[in-house]
Nanobody, 127 residues
Framework: QVRLVESGGGSVQTGGSLRLSCAAS????????MAWFRQVPGKEREAVTS???????QYADSVKGRFTISKDNGKNTLYLQMNSLKPEDTAIYYC?????????????????????WGQGTQVTVSS
């Protein structure tokens, strides 16, 4: 059974930093696509960053240059390093995962859909 547990959220002032962690169990990170999303109450959940099947990262324009996604396959842990935080980064941050998809040529790949989610961790940035 897939289980994702986020930690590391908290309250910081503008310009501060936080590192979120997502501990996974029930699957191997090397076989899964991983991502971070965030959601503000009353708004849609938005993708923050993701890792594709080759380990390449993508970022929302709003966080480029400030956030960094990484993972430790040995520890089955996904990280989100957040620097230069702004009040508009305030949200609940979710870790997401899905097993890599199988292409017609037998290749494994990631798309933008995710099947498993953590419970979320609150990040609050004050001005």
């Amino acid at each position: 059974q897939v289980r994702l547990v986020e930690s590391g959220g908290g309250s910081v002032q503008t310009g501060g930093s936080l590192r979120l962690s997502c501990a996974a169990s029930g699957f191997s990170y090397s076989r899964y696509c991983m991502a971070w999303f965030r959601q503000v109450p009353g708004k849609e959940r938005e993708a923050v960053t993701s890792l594709d099947n080759e380990g390449h990262s993508q970022y929302a324009d709003s966080v480029k240059g400030r956030f960094t996604i990484s993972k430790d396959n040995g520890k089955n842990t996904l990280y989100l390093q957040m620097n230069s935080l702004k009040p508009e980064d305030t949200a609940i941050y979710y870790c997401a995962a899905r097993e890599k998809l199988l292409g017609a040529r037998g290749n494994r790949y990631c798309d933008t859909t995710y099947t498993d989610w953590g419970q979320g961790t609150q990040v609050t940035v004050s001005s």
